[in-house]
């Protein structure tokens, strides 16, 4: 069965192919290739977001607050009418990320958006999280505003199944024909194709890894897929959303931009987590 609860914390960088390239061979000595890539070089992720006529969620992630949550329609490839899919509830609450997820066919999921009803259970369902995304549902009015697709290939710490990275290549999103099953076509997000990483813990993570970040020259962003489609499309239209970020070439993303305000004693605390596992 699919992991359908996930706790952890998410580290993102941006990488050119030249540091993608390096730092992927250096990675080897320590992890390996999930099962899928070990068959097949990646594997194509499409995802549906949901959010209000007013776009409440990821305005308010954009803001920067402690605790931020958001709804997505996930397939594995395009699937066909009848397939399964996930439907998710991601949440960040100081840092921690929560991702809790219920697998669904891609019909039930999309009249649960719609509807607001759960539909009549089943054994591939998770009863806890159908009724979590219920209770959501009561709290906004959800439609869907942006499909999101990319390659992804994914590697596990040789030692412990705590410590996963993710890169990311070919992300591109859509504002129109949102259903999951009409193709994984859209405009690149990234323009000049870096490659996103992404360092998934559940505890801190390894000395040996804080020392190949620091060898590169990696270092954190607050990159979102959704956040940063959002401001590409409030730049390219009349939407009434302020920022004064400056940016990366190619993007619409500043990965110099601290995540928020944060004391010298909070930041210190931070950098001891992440070097000392």
């Not at 009418?81 to 999921?109: M, P, W």
């Not at 004064?244 to 004391?263: H, I, K, Q, Y």
Request: glycine share 4%; net charge positive.
């Amino acid at each position: 069965m699919a992991i359908e609860v996930f706790n952890r914390y998410e580290s993102k960088y941006l990488l050119t192919d030249e540091q993608y390239a390096y730092f992927y061979n250096d990675l080897l000595k320590y992890m390996e290739l999930d099962a899928y890539n070990k068959k097949h070089e990646y594997y194509s992720i499409s995802n549906l977001y949901f959010d209000t006529p007013q776009d409440s969620l990821i305005r308010a992630s954009l803001s920067k607050p402690k605790y931020k949550e958001k709804l997505r329609l996930r397939a594995y490839g395009v699937p066909e009418q009848n397939a399964k899919v996930y439907l998710e509830i991601k949440k960040k609450v100081f840092g921690l990320v929560n991702k809790r997820r219920t697998a669904l066919k891609l019909d039930e999921a999309y009249e649960f958006v719609h509807s607001g009803q759960a539909p009549e259970l089943a054994d591939y369902m998770n009863k806890q999280v159908v009724e979590e995304i219920e209770y959501f549902l009561r709290l906004y009015e959800l439609e869907p505003k942006v499909y999101l697709a990319y390659e992804r290939k994914a590697l596990f710490d040789k030692t412990s199944r705590d410590l996963r990275i993710t890169f990311d290549t070919n992300i591109r999103s859509r504002r129109y024909d949102l259903k999951l099953e009409q193709g994984d076509y859209g405009e690149p997000l990234v323009k000049d194709g870096r490659w996103l990483m992404e360092v998934k813990a559940e505890r801190t993570v390894p000395i040996w890894l804080s020392q190949l970040l620091c060898k590169h020259g990696l270092y954190r962003t607050g990159f979102s897929k959704y956040g940063n489609e959002f401001r590409h499309l409030v730049r390219t239209t009349n939407l009434n959303y302020q920022t004064e970020r400056p940016l990366v070439p190619g993007t619409d993303f500043n990965p110099a931009e601290p995540a928020a305000a944060a004391s010298p004693e909070k930041s210190m605390r931070e950098r001891e987590r992440v070097l000392y596992a």
